[in-house]
């Protein structure tokens, strides 16, 4: 079936650090990637998608790009700030036509000034 | 309106009482989802509506009773809960089904049984 792999951590960085987040899937098709941000005791929420092969999706500074070749979607920054502390989620929805949201394990980072 | 609303934010309950978990959205979005959440953990799912029937129940305990009453509602009915069903309970819509644009979360609801 579908699966995530992401970095888990913790990881603690400092402020104005570079960030990657690795994340590697398996899917059968061309899922469309996701990753959600969960801050402390909130819900999730959207960070960025890509739907198809070489898409780059981004937003407030955050980069993944879509690579099929390497089943990667890797998360950069390449500057954090302390307000970026939260749970990091990597997630696939299939082409199945009941759609489900498979999620990696999450990660936690910790930006201190 | 971009966003899901959930009610209460916390909710403290004991194993006999019964009590219902309360989601609201006005996107337009035809379908809804009940996840759990354990701590440090990734969300698991609980339920799928699509078109306010349901689709997907992923073999959740009967003491969970989802209803979607229409197509911006969605409640997730509780009785003859457990400890270890504490947890956050999280809501969420998407446009419909096997559309691939992700989804847009409610804040949770945090459930606590004593």
């Known amino acids: 079936g579908d699966s995530v792999t992401q970095m888990e951590g913790p990881v603690t960085l400092s402020e104005e650090a570079f960030l990657t987040i690795n994340c590697t899937y398996t899917?059968?098709?061309?899922?469309?990637l996701f990753w959600y941000v969960q801050y402390p005791g909130e819900g999730l929420q959207l960070l960025l998608k890509?739907?198809?092969?070489?898409d780059k999706g981004s937003n407030k500074g955050f980069e993944a790009t879509y690579r099929k070749e390497t089943t990667s979607f890797h998360l950069e920054k390449g500057s954090v700030q302390v307000s970026d502390s939260a749970v990091y989620f990597c997630?696939?929805?299939?082409?199945?036509?009941?759609?489900?949201?498979?999620f990696g394990k999450g990660m936690k980072l910790t930006v201190n000034p | 309106d971009t966003e899901v609303t959930q009610t209460p934010k916390h909710l403290v309950m004991g194993m006999t009482n019964k009590k219902s978990l309360k989601c609201e959205q006005h996107?337009?979005?035809?379908?809804m989802y009940w996840y759990k959440q354990k701590a440090k953990k990734p969300p698991e799912l609980m339920f799928v509506?699509?078109?306010?029937?349901?689709?997907i129940n992923e073999s959740v305990p009967s003491r969970f009773s989802p209803e979607c009453p229409n197509s911006s509602l969605l409640n997730l009915h509780l009785h003859a809960l457990q400890p270890e069903d504490s947890a956050l309970y999280l809501c969420?819509?998407?446009?419909?089904?096997?559309?691939?644009?992700?989804?847009?979360f409610g804040s949770g609801t945090r459930l606590t049984v004593v």
């Open positions: 996107m337009g979005h035809r379908a």
């Open positions: 890509a739907t198809k092969a070489d």
């Open positions: 899917a059968t098709g061309y899922p469309s």
């Open positions: 969420a819509s998407s446009q419909a089904l096997g559309q691939g644009d992700g989804y847009t």
């Open positions: 509506y699509s078109y306010e029937k349901l689709s």
């Open positions: 997630a696939l929805s299939g082409i199945a036509k009941v759609e489900k949201l498979v």
